[in-house]
């Protein structure tokens, strides 16, 4: 009678599938063996068994020397992407599981977001969130565009409040209030109290907007070429306040969203809603894909509703997602 041949269980060795992968990560990491048993507090030989038993399992090499050094391989690298963020997130878990237990009534959070969200959509909720965890140390970085994304990805913020128009594939974007696009002009501008405004009424006037790298920028200019309505711009600036503040001296026009705009600007600026040219601009969280976020992050984003953000005339047409 043939024998049948004997199936080699996966990840075999030891029966345990995490050593010989922390054992890989290690090695992919440093490029040694004998570094990668020194920071793992085990043998050389311990190291090498667990790498053969690896490579035996999935079929493939994984290494590959140059030089001095151990470099992966193709499948060692497609293996080290996959493999690291579970090792480390193994290997970090009794130090995120401490810091749950530590409660909201401690610890830090990092928040980034731009200038107009810091100065109009935040105040109250950071108001409500210091009266009910006043332990937490609360750090704003006031960022913009690439900025606070760098600052997520780094993690050196916990989360971003924000308005985002693309959302790259490694970040989530939960948006939970809209707010409509509001042209701004002195009060006594032409286009103030013209019946009937039409997008085309606004190409004879320079607009000032921020710099084109940025959301707003990029959203104008999309719409009216979508339009095929010709525009020029009188000069870019950065803030929301300064451009209002330039608008208000004549310097020129421009498109906001109603978020900016409060009781102090009447008297100053004439605000017209352009939401038959222009989407809502939204406004919510974001965090990195995966992120772990720590228990005062999240009870700040439970605080982000409706009822704590009060909507002046100038934002009618706002609503929240919720």
């Known amino acids: 009678m043939a024998k049948t041949p004997a199936r ?27 570094r990668a048993a020194e920071t793992l507090f085990v043998s050389q030989p311990a190291i090498t068994l667990q790498l053969q038993a690896l490579e035996r399992d ?7 020397r140059s030089g001095r050094r151990l470099v992966p391989t193709r499948e060692g690298e497609a293996l080290y992407e996959l493999a690291r963020p579970l090792v480390e997130g193994i290997d970090g878990l009794h130090g995120a599981f401490q810091q749950q237990l530590r409660g909201l009534d401690a610890g830090e959070l990092n928040i980034a977001a731009g200038t107009s969200t810091i100065l109009h959509l935040l105040p109250p909720i950071i108001e409500t969130f210091r009266q ?14 690439a900025g606070g994304l760098d600052l ?3 993690d050196a913020a916990d989360l971003a409040v924000g308005s985002m128009l693309d959302v790259p594939a490694d970040l989530d974007y939960a948006p939970i209030y809209r707010f409509d696009p509001m042209l701004i002009v002195p009060p006594g501008h032409p286009l103030a109290r013209k019946r009937a405004l039409k997008l085309e009424d606004l190409s004879p006037y320079g607009l000032i907007l921020p710099p084109r790298r940025l959301t707003t920028y990029r959203l104008v200019d999309m719409v009216f070429h979508q339009h ?66 720590s228990p005062q ?3 700040f984003v439970e605080l982000i509703r409706p009822d704590l953000f009060v909507r002046g005339d100038y934002s009618a047409g706002g609503h929240s997602e919720r």
């Open 228 to 293: 095929r309505v010709p525009y020029t711009v009188a000069f870019e600036v950065g803030g929301w306040e300064v451009i209002k503040r330039y608008v208000a001296m004549g310097m020129g026009i421009s498109i906001v969203t109603a978020i900016c705009l409060t009781e102090a600007d009447r008297g100053q600026l004439a605000a017209r809603s352009l939401a038959e040219w222009f989407p809502q601009r939204s406004y919510g969280v974001v965090v990195r894909k995966g992120k772990y976020l």
């Open 152 to 154: 997520l990805r780094s």
């Open 58 to 64: 999935l079929g493939v090499r994984l290494f590959e």
């Open 8 to 34: 080699t269980p996966r990840f075999a060795y030891k029966g345990d599938r995490l050593k010989p992968l922390r054992a890989f990560c290690q090695t992919a990491r440093l490029g040694s063996v004998s």
């Open 297 to 299: 992050a999240r009870a």
């Open 132 to 145: 009910a965890q006043p332990g937490v140390h609360l750090s704003l970085h006031n960022v913009t565009g």
